[in-house]
């Protein structure tokens, strides 16, 4: 029976989302099935042992075919389009059907007629055929029979898989021997298997509803990736839904039962993006998987729609065509005999769940100048009117200024009188400079530049106890320049060794609480700490002494973050709920009497809670260049894009992590490097025991996980490389992991370490990581770049996973201009562009004058 039907989508709107295109009922039960999908057709069995093709160009005209004697119970369609090829298997045989031929004949009136390739091999569950279509792989009971296609009834080997139900293993079919079998996964057996052939990933999923997603890569050992529990999956997307607005999807998982049904890869094209997805069926519905990010893209519940003859699945099938965003899918019913084939439009189902405000695009560099509302005008709108008469000066003014004109008792004659100097000026050849260069000669600024193309550094350089007694280093962070290295301990201290960790550090020394923030200016004049003593300070890196003091008074709850912004005219902090940003000014000139108490004073310019009331964990902005955006996250879970020129939050994303978010890492690229101008859009957050996320601020949602790494218990530390590429981040078992933003499994693996790792920091002027223990002994190590010593190495994305052409996360990066943000002409006030501070910022040795960056 023919039956077609447009269904209303789950909001509400008449846009076509699902469409019944085929309606059959058998006279067997066809509910545990393997079913077969493929542009432009579906096979399915009928009747028991009828074999049924279904193609959409000619719905009145379905192929049956006959040849078996017992029920069809799997069905798979080959991999090539000319000639196409169907197994269908049952008890008694395996045959392969020729399409082309089939209809030929049934043109004719003739019966079609396949192949045998096998006989009595028992209860067939899947069949799948090889990628050139020669060979068939029939799983019966416990063994894995490999048939050839060509010949009749051959047998190329057999393996026994006893414990195939619970564990995947690899084998080598030309060799019939066992490369892999991994551990027991699950209590739960495994219902299906996927080789995503493009990320080269082996994708499985059992009936308690977990997927398990392993990599193929050669030298990864077929090591997991990533677990998903898509119980869990399931209420993070409604409670998305919810949060934005929609109205909840109900969890309709059955139990412990309701697991996967069958997972089919296709390509899906997502605002405007290209994502690898799949599709995972059970019985409930089907689910559209990012294997980038690991998260659900959309659901499809059968009973949201009740035009559909069938709610509750037995076993399904899905193929799509990416050309025109269109689905085909096959059901079959668990407790009755229906067989449905329907048709699902990928734009209307994502466009009906997509979340409101995606469409908004944001931009990490500034786009407009700085409002007269703002709180950022006050940074660039500095007072240049007189100062009034009563304004008490300076003691160094004053004495200036009660001096008279001429210093000296003597005046020097102006030499008019004397006679005419005869001697002429003559250089001094004979000064032997040893080839030594004078200091005066020497143009700091020319360093080399930071190597794009190289792998990441791999190679351990120094090792360093930062004390004698067990500490712990809690955060590390690197200057500007990179030739400096600061830390923080949980002794009350704060270290600043020379990058290479070579030499005695500077200590400094004022807190009554472990330190657990450290950031540099971009001036590299002052550093910033923060400690659980409720205190902030800025200390000046010349003199090492306490510039700026925040005392307990001034916070009701303990600093979370805290930094440098808009090039070090404001400082950036959290408390509590709320975000706070005050304007400062440092007083150089100590009374000598109260020299240990800071002259420094600031102003409390704006300040801004959560809208949850939340508090916030951790906090990030730009330094290096001119940026309006503010990242917070905060104690429910929740990301929040804040724009200061607008004084408003600009973006809200919902269930970013299962746990709270404990570090915001953003692309701040270097002044050595350069990189797409959107580039700069991406940033890194991560939680304990939910892995990293690479997020895009133009898409405001994650683009790619990394979950390679054990971190269940620490907060461990992330960082971005100088040129985007790649980024690191600590684990627990004392390992640095290196991973390449276009792959989700790690590239290198640096040990050496004796403890949790807790911070890690990219040199942002040579190819290095500095990375830090947490606990005993309070080491520190620098890795550089060059061989392969300690550390394992994997194979690189452009060796293994490049030729697929894969876009990296986000919007593509094709054709967009190179420029270093430090660079552009900044739009703002003539006021501030003739500010000698900021001239001096620009004026900086790291950036070299004279070259067209752009």
């Given amino acids: 029976m023919d039956k077609t039907q447009q269904i209303p989508s789950t909001v509400g709107c008449e846009s076509v989302v699902v469409m019944e295109r085929y309606l059959a009922e058998s006279q067997e039960s066809v509910s545990h099935v393997q079913l077969a999908c493929s542009m432009p057709y579906c096979a399915f069995p009928l009747d028991g042992n009828q074999l049924c093709v279904w193609n959409t160009g000619a719905p009145h005209l379905p192929l049956v075919l006959q040849g078996h004697h017992w029920p069809i119970t799997a069905v798979a369609f080959g991999n090539k389009v000319n000639p196409l090829l169907i197994c269908s298997a049952s008890q008694d045989c395996v045959i392969t059907w020729n399409l082309d031929k089939c209809r030929e004949k049934m043109l004719q009136g003739l019966a ?13 569950l899947c069949v799948r055929f090889g990628l050139d279509d020669r060979a068939v792989a029939v799983c019966a009971g416990h063994k894995v029979f490999m048939l050839d296609v060509e010949v009749r009834w051959p047998c190329m080997g057999a393996v026994e898989c006893i414990e195939m139900s619970v564990c995947p293993k690899v084998w080598d079919h030309c060799m019939g021997s066992l490369i892999y079998s991994s551990s027991i996964l699950t209590a739960y057996p495994l219902l299906s298997l996927l080789i995503h052939e493009e990320n080269k990933q082996l994708v499985t999923g059992c009936a308690d ?48 039962k309701g697991g996967c049904e069958l997972i089919l890869s296709f390509k899906i094209s997502l605002s405007s993006e290209s994502c690898k997805c799949l599709w995972i069926g059970s019985s409930a519905g089907l689910f559209i998987f990012n294997l980038a990010n690991f998260n659900l893209e959309a659901v499809l519940r059968f009973k949201d729609f009740r035009n559909l003859s069938i709610h ?33 439009s990928l734009a209307a189902l994502v466009k009906s769940q997509q979340c409101p405000g995606m469409g908004r695009t944001l931009s990490v560099l500034a786009r407009s100048c700085v409002l007269p509302t703002s709180p950022l005008y006050f940074g660039i709108a500095k007072e240049k009117c007189p100062k009034p008469a009563n304004e008490k000066q300076s003691a160094g003014q004053r004495v200036v200024e009660d001096q008279p004109l001429v210093f000296h008792t003597k005046v020097r004659s102006s030499g008019y009188t004397s006679a005419p100097c005869v001697t002429r000026f003559s250089p001094k050849a004979n000064i032997k400079l040893n080839g030594k260069r004078s200091l005066k000669c020497k143009n700091s600024y020319k360093r080399e530049e930071y190597p794009l193309e190289d792998s990441p550094p791999s190679k351990l350089g120094m090792q360093v106890a930062v004390a004698q007694e067990p500490v712990a280093v809690s955060c590390v962070q690197c200057s500007g320049d990179g030739k400096r290295l600061a830390c923080g301990l949980a002794n009350h201290l704060a270290l600043v060794f020379d990058a290479s960790l ?82 400062y000014q440092f007083d150089l000139c100590k009374d000598e009497v109260k020299r240990y108490k800071p002259k420094s004073r600031y102003k409390l310019v704006y300040r801004l809670s959560t809208p949850g009331a939340a508090d916030v964990t951790s906090l990030s902005a730009v330094n290096d260049f001119y940026s309006h955006m503010v990242l917070t996250a905060a104690r429910d879970r929740t990301l929040e894009v804040f724009d200061l020129n607008a004084s408003c939050s600009a973006a809200v994303i919902a269930e970013a992590h299962t746990r709270p978010v404990h570090q915001i890492c953003q692309n701040k690229g270097s002044p050595f490097t350069t990189q797409p101008s959107q580039a700069y859009n991406l940033f890194l957050t991560t939680a304990i025991g ?165």
């Fill in 690 to 854: 939910d892995g990293v996320g690479l997020c895009d601020m133009r898409t405001l949602r994650c683009e790619r996980r990394f979950q390679g790494h054990p971190n269940r218990c620490y907060p461990c530390g992330i960082a971005f490389s100088p040129c985007g590429r790649f980024l690191a981040c600590g684990a627990e078992d004392r390992h640095v992991y290196i991973y390449h933003t276009g792959s989700s499994t790690f590239s290198h693996r640096l040990a050496g370490h004796t403890d949790t790792i807790a911070a890690v920091a990219f040199n942002p002027s040579a190819p290095q990581i500095q990375s830090s223990a947490a606990r005993f002994p309070g080491e520190m190590k620098v890795v550089k770049k060059g061989g392969v010593n300690g550390a394992e190495r994997s194979p690189q994305l452009g060796e293994q996973q490049g030729q697929s052409g894969e876009p990296g996360p986000g919007p593509h990066l094709e054709n967009q201009k190179l420029v270093r943000p430090e660079m552009q002409q900044y739009i703002g006030t003539e006021s501030e562009k003739r500010d000698p501070d900021l001239r001096q910022v620009h004026n900086s040795p790291l950036i070299p004058m004279g070259r067209n960056w752009a």
């Fill in 312 to 344: 509750i699945a037995g076993s399904c099938a899905v193929t799509s065509d990416s050309i025109n965003d269109k689905a085909l899918c096959i059901l079959t019913s668990m407790f009755e005999s229906k067989i449905a084939v329907l048709d699902i």
């Fill in 209 to 256: 509803g977990q997927l398990w997603i392993f990599s193929l890569i050669e030298g990864h050992h077929y090591r997991c990736v990533a677990s998903v529990d898509l119980r869990k999956q399931m209420e993070t997307f409604s409670s998305k839904r919810v949060k934005s607005g929609l109205p909840r999807l109900p969890v309709s998982m059955r139990g412990k």
């Fill in 502 to 583: 070579t030499g005695s550090p500077a200590v400094l020394s004022g807190h009554d609480g472990a330190v657990s923030t450290v950031c540099w200016s971009h001036d590299r004049r002052w550093l910033l700490s923060v400690a659980q003593d409720r205190t902030v300070r800025v200390w000046s890196t010349r003199r090492a002494d306490t510039m700026l003091l925040l005392g307990r008074d001034m916070f009701p709850k303990p600093v979370q973050s805290a930094q440098f912004y808009y090039v070090d005219a404001f400082r950036l902090l959290s408390s509590g709920p709320e975000f706070r940003l005050p304007k």
């Fill in 112 to 124: 079609p007629r396949g192949t045998i390739v096998g006989t009595l091999l028992g209860l067939v």
